[in-house]
């Protein structure tokens, strides 16, 4: 087995920085090459990683010794570089969004299936071991079933000058597709498939062209959850916060990245043993009930019994660049996993980018028809 993974990068920005340094970080990995279309951009990169600098795309990929081509570049290009390191025999790893339409991410499926070959879209959050937690939560139904939940990502546009492609949805694909897809994978991920019902898109007051608050509600089975991205915030203000609601109480995630959770619920003392066994370093910050034992209530016309009404936490909003990084290391660990064992079975793989573009679409379909 081969115990080395020389990276090729397409695009030298700041979170294409960051990146390659989380994945150095994992022995065996290296990176061996870098293009930009900025040239000065990939030369000074380069000179961190003493990697090469290649004049362009088809330069990177005509180096034999390159297993993998990481894509950071805006979504517009996506489709046809991840098309060309395919046909090229290379693996990729590419960012959000797989492309713009739905049915270039489902081209770029087959074809990477039919060479055999690693295409995959960094859809990291379902490495975060909160992801899991409420996961294990969920299936095990330790506060009933799903009723109802949100996301709400009051994010900030301070580095987003007007003329940036974030802007331009012929280049960007619109918040839906260029942002909302990590959050479509999630709860798709935890629910099961659902169907945007209804969306919108706000565009900024005098200025029609661009676009900088949307809101879709998508139907998963018979619950609901409404996605609301606005970009309009100062930087010290960005923050996001998700909520999910059960029968029995709620759990709420904050960051883009899910790095605190708060469960408020009521649950019996088994149910309690089983999240703190699943959270493990999670705390009782409150505990209104600790001398009940098997009080009863109702609720959707069914008897609840219940020892303790609790609120949990775990997790510390502080540690948000490291958990960002640990969640990229994970991913590609696993994806690498993958190319060296093809019987190896991923937390992500195609099919994930194909999904959550195909909710991300609609919801901006449907928006237009308002």
């Known amino acids: 087995m081969k115990d080395e993974l020389n990276i090729g990068v397409v695009g030298a920005g700041s979170f294409s920085a960051f990146a390659m340094n989380a994945f150095l970080k994992i022995e065996g990995v290296?990176?061996?090459?870098?293009?930009?279309i900025k040239k000065e951009n990939a030369v000074q990169v380069a000179k961190s990683y003493n990697a090469i600098?290649?004049?362009?795309?088809s330069a990177l990929l005509e180096n034999e010794n390159i297993d993998l081509i990481y894509i950071a570049t805006p979504p517009c290009l996506?489709?046809?570089?991840s098309k060309m390191a395919l046909l090229s025999g290379k693996n990729v790893i590419c960012e959000k969004p797989a492309a713009l339409k739905t049915s270039e991410a489902e081209e770029l499926s087959s074809l990477a299936a039919s060479r055999q070959l690693l295409y995959v879209v960094n859809l990291m959050q379902r490495y975060?071991?909160?992801?899991?937690?409420v996961t294990e939560i969920i299936k095990e139904k330790v506060l009933g079933n799903f009723l109802h939940g949100f996301f709400e990502n009051y994010a900030s546009d301070e580095n987003l000058d007007s003329d940036h492609w974030f802007?331009?949805?012929?280049?960007?694909?619109?918040?839906?597709i260029e942002h909302g897809v990590h959050f479509f994978d999630m709860f798709e991920g935890w629910l099961g498939k659902g169907k945007v019902i209804n969306s919108l898109q706000l565009h900024r007051p005098g200025v029609e062209r661009i676009k900088d608050?949307?809101?879709?509600?998508v139907l998963y089975k018979d619950a609901t959850v409404n996605f609301y991205h606005g970009f309009d915030q100062p930087k010290v203000l960005d923050r996001q916060e998700m909520r999910l609601l059960f029968e029995h109480g709620e759990i709420t995630l904050y960051e883009w990245i899910p790095v605190k959770m708060k469960l408020h619920g009521l649950v019996t003392d088994k149910q309690l043993e089983y999240i703190q066994a699943i959270t493990g370093e999670s705390k009782i910050v409150c505990n209104s009930n600790v001398q009940t034992k098997n009080k009863k209530v109702k609720g959707r016309f069914a008897e609840i019994i219940f020892d303790k009404e609790v609120t949990l936490e775990f997790g510390d909003a502080a540690n948000k660049a490291k958990t960002y990084e640990q969640l990229l290391i994970n991913m590609l660990t696993d994806q690498w996993n993958w190319i060296k064992d093809?019987?190896?079975k991923r937390k992500i793989d195609a099919s994930n980018a194909v999904a959550c573009l195909r909710v991300a679409e609609e919801a901006t379909n449907l928006s237009k028809k308002l």
Do not use: C
Request: without cysteine; hydrophobic residues 35%.
């Open 30 to 36: 290296r990176i061996m090459a870098i293009t930009d």
């Open 53 to 57: 600098v290649a004049d362009d795309m």
């Open 78 to 81: 996506h489709y046809q570089q």
């Open 128 to 133: 975060n071991p909160l992801y899991d937690m």
């Open 167 to 176: 802007w331009d949805e012929s280049k960007s694909g619109g918040i839906f």
């Open 213 to 217: 608050r949307v809101q879709a509600t």
């Open 342 to 344: 093809h019987s190896h």
